[in-house]
């Protein structure tokens, strides 16, 4: 069986990738899990050293792997050259931090030392989505290679050039034979293979990002086979703006907080939860911005056909259409930039997470109404609030989140954990607490 990518502008094929058999599969995990060994021996300079060579290759290569990217899932090139040298400083960041993330900690508890240690556990499988196909995948594979894991890599079939040329970048840095794999999976064949290797004893603990019927169902096998995991799922985050708000640079930021890849992003922002006394300059500031949009496609015909379903109901329910909502006559999976105002709790738009370039506003009439409406939500990713600092902290203190950013747009960064709460899944990526997840908290006690 074959995988296709396509090219999101025009629809076309791009390549035609034989997929990994069952006896392809079993290779890859015998392969991840004999150089998990080998790999958890090597002293954590020499893994650090690995980063610094995959960083670098990034760097050296940022223009070959940035055009693929934008072949195969549609981002605008200036966007993907960003997502290259944002894994280049990853690698960069973890290879300066690791070594205070992972030293000994000691612990006073009355015997003569006690300690706790941070110790390689095996073979982390990741399963990653196509959006952002190269940090998605260098922000797991960069903490879990560098606490002596191994990793094995499932990624969207959309994505399947990215997924190769990853793998060839870390042998090219000279990672040893098998410690980092990518599995090649037809559409069709990704929940029975992915179960299967779940499953494996040979796998010691399983990432995911993606969306929450998957997610649901990775955990499920995982939890059957007591695995850990970590699961960063979807989002529809908040972003709020107080009467005190900055409107000029909240209205701005607000614009490219939506529309950023294409508003495919979990932690895009979403709903924007604005005052009713500034509401109507907010709005007005708001389309000034967007009407200097160049957007790029969605990633796939299906994802544009879902989007527009969402706004077509969600104006049926009442909200109103104040620009866009139409598909792009021309080839490829374009969508006009689209805002709906008046959107409100049990309307599609406001209670599904909306994953493409839809913007929704709603009225808040005073603080309290504000958090509640940004707490009306399955969801917990990130918030954004605007006004006065501590105006907006305090506010934004009564938001479930498990990112608060105050006067600024929701983003990762390698210095600091990144993950969610409810339906946005559980565990953290990045920093060290992201480094540490997959490890063995190891307590030593000599007396």
């Known amino acids: 069986m074959q995988v296709v990518t396509r090219n999101p502008a025009t629809g076309e094929e791009l390549a035609a990738y034989d997929a990994h058999d069952e006896a392809g599969v079993e290779t890859a995990l015998a392969e991840t899990h004999a150089a998990?060994?080998?790999?958890?021996?090597?002293?954590?300079?020499?893994?650090?050293?690995?980063?610094?060579?995959?960083?670098?290759?990034?760097?050296?290569?940022?223009?070959?792997?940035?055009?693929?990217?934008?072949?195969?899932?549609?981002?605008?090139?200036?966007?993907?050259?960003?997502?290259?040298?944002?894994?280049?400083?990853?690698?960069?960041?973890?290879?300066?931090?690791?070594?205070?993330?992972?030293?000994?900690?000691?612990?006073?508890?009355?015997?003569?030392?006690?300690?706790?240690?941070?110790?390689?556990?095996g073979?982390?499988?990741?399963?990653?989505?196509?959006?952002?196909?190269?940090?998605?995948?260098?922000?797991?594979?960069?903490?879990?290679?560098?606490?002596?894991?191994?990793?094995?890599?499932?990624?969207?079939?959309?994505?399947?050039?990215?997924?190769?040329?990853?793998?060839?970048?870390?042998?090219?840095?000279g990672a040893p034979a098998g410690l980092f794999r990518s599995l090649v999976v037809a559409a069709d064949d990704v929940a029975e293979v992915s179960r299967r290797v779940v499953e494996d004893p040979r796998i010691a603990a399983v990432t995911l990002t993606g969306s929450e019927r998957a997610g649901s169902s990775i955990a499920a096998v995982a939890g059957a086979s007591i695995k850990k995991t970590v699961l960063e799922l979807g989002g529809s985050d908040p972003y709020v703006v107080l009467a005190d708000a900055d409107l000029e640079v909240a209205a701005a930021t607000a614009v490219k907080a939506r529309f950023t890849n294409t508003g495919q992003s979990c932690v895009c922002a979403k709903r924007f939860i604005v005052h009713e006394d500034v509401a109507d300059a907010f709005l007005e500031r708001f389309v000034d911005h967007m009407s200097l949009l160049e957007i790029a496609p969605m990633a796939r015909e299906d994802l544009r056909d879902g989007?527009?379903?969402?706004?077509?109901?969600?104006?049926?329910?009442?909200?109103?259409?104040?620009?866009?909502?139409?598909?792009?006559?021309?080839?490829?999976?374009?969508?006009?930039?689209?805002?709906?105002?008046?959107?409100?709790?049990?309307?599609?738009?406001?209670?599904?997470?909306?994953?493409?370039?839809?913007?929704?506003?709603?009225?808040?009439?005073?603080?309290?109404?504000?958090?509640?409406?940004?707490?009306?939500?399955?969801?917990?990713?990130?918030?954004?609030?605007?006004?006065?600092?501590?105006?907006?902290?305090?506010?934004?203190?009564?938001?479930?989140?498990?990112?608060?950013?105050?006067?600024?747009?929701v983003a990762s960064d390698p210095r600091l954990p990144f993950g969610g709460i409810g339906r946005s899944g559980y565990g953290r990526e990045l920093s060290a607490e992201g480094v540490r997840e997959f490890t063995n908290v190891r307590t030593v006690v000599v007396a």
């Open 307 to 409: 989007i527009l379903r969402q706004v077509a109901e969600t104006v049926a329910q009442g909200a109103r259409l104040v620009v866009g909502g139409r598909a792009i006559d021309g080839p490829g999976w374009y969508v006009e930039p689209t805002l709906l105002t008046d959107v409100a709790p049990g309307m599609t738009a406001f209670d599904e997470e909306t994953f493409g370039p839809v913007a929704t506003i709603t009225r808040a009439r005073d603080d309290d109404h504000a958090v509640e409406l940004a707490n009306a939500t399955t969801f917990g990713l990130g918030a954004s609030v605007w006004g006065s600092s501590e105006h907006a902290l305090a506010v934004g203190r009564r938001i479930r989140s498990g990112a608060l950013f105050v006067n600024a747009m």
């Open 36 to 121: 998990s060994g080998v790999w958890a021996a090597t002293p954590l300079d020499g893994r650090l050293a690995l980063l610094r060579g995959v960083g670098k290759l990034l760097t050296e290569r940022r223009e070959e792997y940035a055009a693929l990217i934008t072949a195969e899932m549609g981002k605008p090139l200036a966007e993907s050259l960003g997502e290259i040298d944002k894994c280049a400083w990853n690698c960069e960041v973890v290879a300066d931090l690791a070594p205070a993330w992972l030293a000994d900690h000691e612990v006073a508890s009355g015997a003569s030392r006690s300690w706790l240690s941070y110790e390689p556990i």
């Open 123 to 173: 073979v982390v499988f990741a399963v990653m989505p196509w959006n952002f196909p190269f940090w998605q995948v260098l922000r797991f594979a960069s903490a879990a290679l560098a606490a002596g894991n191994a990793a094995l890599l499932k990624h969207s079939p959309d994505v399947t050039g990215c997924a190769l040329a990853i793998e060839e970048l870390f042998a090219d840095a």
